[in-house]
């Protein structure tokens, strides 16, 4: 059993940055593709970013620019470095270890005022 435990979200004003974590627990992690989606209030959850198990990434076209993701393996940790946040990017943001069963973290609440 897989558990993702993510954090470092909060509240920033536009144009500020948050890094958000996510911790997996198992062995396994280095085998994975790892991602962030977000869902916001009233919408579809979306992806934001993905990362293979050699470290090629997938931005959505909303973050692309603005939002690294990256991984230490050795850590079994994701991160996601975010810029330049827009109040748009409020959401609350899971992180995920993708699979023919996905797993998912609670998740973590971005808050970005004007």
């Known amino acids: 059993q897989v558990q993702l435990v993510e954090s470092g979200g909060g509240l920033v004003q536009a144009g500020g940055s948050l890094r958000l974590s996510c911790a997996a627990s198992?062995?396994?992690?280095?085998?994975?593709?790892m991602a962030w989606f977000r869902q916001a209030s009233g919408k579809q959850r979306e992806l934001v970013a993905e990362?293979?198990?050699?470290?090629?990434?997938n931005y959505g076209d909303s973050v692309k620019g603005r939002f690294t993701i990256s991984r230490d393996n050795a850590k079994n940790t994701v991160y996601l470095q975010m810029n330049s946040l827009k109040p748009e990017d409020t959401a609350v943001y899971y992180c995920?270890?993708?699979?023919?069963?996905?797993?998912w973290g609670q998740g973590t609440q971005v808050t970005v005022s004007s």
């Open positions: 198992g062995s396994i992690f280095k085998l994975k593709t």
């Open positions: 995920s270890m993708r699979g023919p069963f996905n797993y």
């Open positions: 990362i293979t198990r050699d470290g090629s990434t």
